[in-house]
């Protein structure tokens, strides 16, 4: 069977959203300084930041989420 280049970008996408759910998941601190909820990218695997940078764009406007490298500092 031959898979398209429509379907190959379809489970490419889908990967790519499915994997950065599970990261945002996993990677939500509630910063207790201004009440306001972060997803964390750790500071010593950048590339994880550059990887999901786009959505991030886009996740920051549909639910108001803010994003941070490394943890915050007290």
């Known amino acids: 069977m031959k898979i398209t280049r ?7 996408v889908f990967l790519y959203l499915s994997s950065y759910i599970a990261f945002r998941a996993t990677h939500i601190e509630l910063w207790h300084q ?14 994880i930041y550059y ?3 786009p959505i991030t764009y886009v996740d ?3 639910t108001m989420l803010q994003f ?7």
């Open 68 to 74: 941070h490298i490394g943890p915050h500092q007290p």
């Open 51 to 53: 990887f999901y940078r």
């Open 34 to 47: 201004d009440g306001k909820q972060y997803l964390i990218f750790p500071k010593d695997q950048l590339w």
């Open 6 to 12: 429509i379907k190959w970008v379809a489970i490419v």
């Open 60 to 62: 920051s406007k549909l």
